[in-house]
């Protein structure tokens, strides 16, 4: 870890300004790293392309030059460890002020206000009552697992009549504009759904009725928005023969070839083993439902504020995640808020309500790991590395080199989120464990019911109100 101390001031509404200072040594070696780096790329005589010493880098670009270079790349790394030895959990970007440039010798002073998590008192956290439903599979969930089956299986026949919405077609078309061909308009053995909305709006629709054989024109306008964009507003025509007209064939729901591919020998066997699996499904998101209601029973009981630059900021965070999130499934966020025609910033501010819940369970979390004294041994790490070292498309790893890892990242200090991350699920479970569950119809009546102390909020009683309720 890099040598930085800090000192915090709280400047209240969750947010806190840092002064941060960084050893002089670890500056110093910044500023070699930065003239090492430099001179990769330097070309002084008497020295080989890529080899120019550290020194001579210094003398060559000057002092400023070069520690300017290493503030910048070392910046970031400073500012983690300083939350880091601060022990704050930052919410947002933070406004970084840097002094000046250091002289050697000496080290580099910075500071920067952010928002922090919030911090939550603590109401009844144990025996809170939560809502949790049954598992319950209806005979058209099932009817519809076993539609979704026969339509894997489904076969094209030819048929010799006009085609209707919901047939297929086999085309050869080129399409043209003011007459003339345009690239990317042409295709042969094109195999279509008509009424799928897959090409251009109107084009589907102007081969309701063509029989095999039949040629048609089809006219149609790209919209203004079209992904191509010099076809984008366009009027185009399209010479279209039609090949083949096709319907599409459903196997039966007691033929043979739907019943094995659902791995079963019967039919009441397939839809005994349907039901066994959404009940399977079902129950865990119940869980997952009632893990996050009983979170959200305790925050409701916390008194937490949230203030509205923070929540803003929260909802930042998460749109940057999300970003992350759609990069990784190879689709740039700018194609997505183009998609949903919105932006940025209509986005996170959509998002402030789930952000201010975040942070409210995030406080009482924090407040519960407090109040229980919750830690997170080395093997609950360990553990967590290998359930992380084990999921599909990763490396697996020994126990020793998770240790190795492990080890270096304690050395590091890039261990605490990992450690915060386990001491969370353990607050939630311990909740969970004091939570008692009650059917939902029950939930729904005490929801129903009044008290006198609501009273005060509105003029007369709409629900009914019950003696010690």
């Known amino acids: 870890m890099v040598p930085v101390q800090t000192t915090t001031k709280d400047l209240g509404d969750s947010r806190v300004r840092v002064e941060a200072e960084v050893a002089a040594d ?181 081969l309701e009725g063509a029989s095999a054989g039949e040629q048609r024109t089809v006219a149609v306008t790209f919209p203004g928005d079209y992904q191509a964009e010099r076809l984008a507003g366009q009027q185009a025509s399209f010479a279209v023969t039609v090949k083949e007209v096709k319907q599409k064939r459903l196997p039966e729901v007691d033929d043979d070839v739907v019943i094995e591919a659902g791995g079963c020998e019967s039919l009441d066997e397939l839809r005994s083993e349907i039901r066994d699996q959404l009940s399977e499904s079902q129950a865990e998101a119940i869980e997952r439902d009632f893990r996050e209601a009983a979170v959200e029973a305790v925050a409701a009981r916390a008194t937490v504020e949230v ?48 952000a201010e819940q975040a942070l409210r369970h995030e406080a009482t979390l924090t407040a519960v790991i407090e109040a229980e004294g919750i830690e997170v041994s080395e093997d609950e790490l360990l553990d967590a590395l290998r359930q992380a070292a084990s999921q599909p498309g990763t490396p697996g790893a020994s126990d020793k080199a998770l240790r190795r890892s492990l080890k270096k990242a304690r050395a590091r200090g890039t261990d605490d989120a990992l450690r915060e991350d386990i001491a969370m699920r353990r607050a939630v479970d311990l909740i969970v464990e004091h939570t008692t569950a009650i059917p939902a119809e029950q939930a729904s009546a005490r929801e129903e019911l009044w008290t006198p102390q609501q009273e005060a909020r509105q003029e007369a009683p709409q629900k009914i109100w019950t003696p010690g309720s």
């Open 307 to 354: 203030p509205h630059e923070l929540a803003h900021a929260k909802a930042h965070e998460m749109w940057q995640v999300t970003a992350q999130r759609l990069r990784g499934q190879g689709l740039a966020p700018e194609q997505y808020l183009q998609m949903t025609g919105k932006t940025e910033e209509d986005l996170v501010t959509e998002s402030e309500g789930d």
């Open 26 to 206: 670890a500056v110093e070696g910044a500023v070699r790293d930065a003239a090492a780096q430099l001179g990769r790329d330097m070309k002084v005589d008497g020295f080989r392309e890529g080899k120019v010493p550290p020194q001579v880098v210094l003398q060559q670009v000057g002092r400023t030059a070069v520690v300017d270079e290493a503030v910048r790349h070392a910046l970031p790394e400073w500012y983690e460890e300083a939350v880091r030895e601060a022990g704050i959990a930052t919410v947002g970007s933070p406004d970084l002020d840097l002094d000046a440039l250091p002289d050697k010798g000496t080290p580099l002073a910075f500071s920067f206000e952010v928002g922090v998590r919030p911090t939550a008192t603590l109401g009844d956290y144990k025996g809170v009552e939560v809502a949790r439903r049954e598992p319950e599979v209806g005979d058209d969930e099932i009817q519809a697992e076993i539609d979704r089956l026969r339509e894997s299986l489904a076969s094209l026949e030819t048929v010799e009549r006009a085609a209707a919405s919901g047939d297929y077609v086999v085309l050869d078309f080129t399409g043209s504009i003011a007459d003339e061909p345009f690239e990317g308009g042409e295709a042969r053995g094109f195999l279509l759904e008509l009424g799928s909305g897959r090409l251009v709006e109107g084009f589907e629709a102007q």
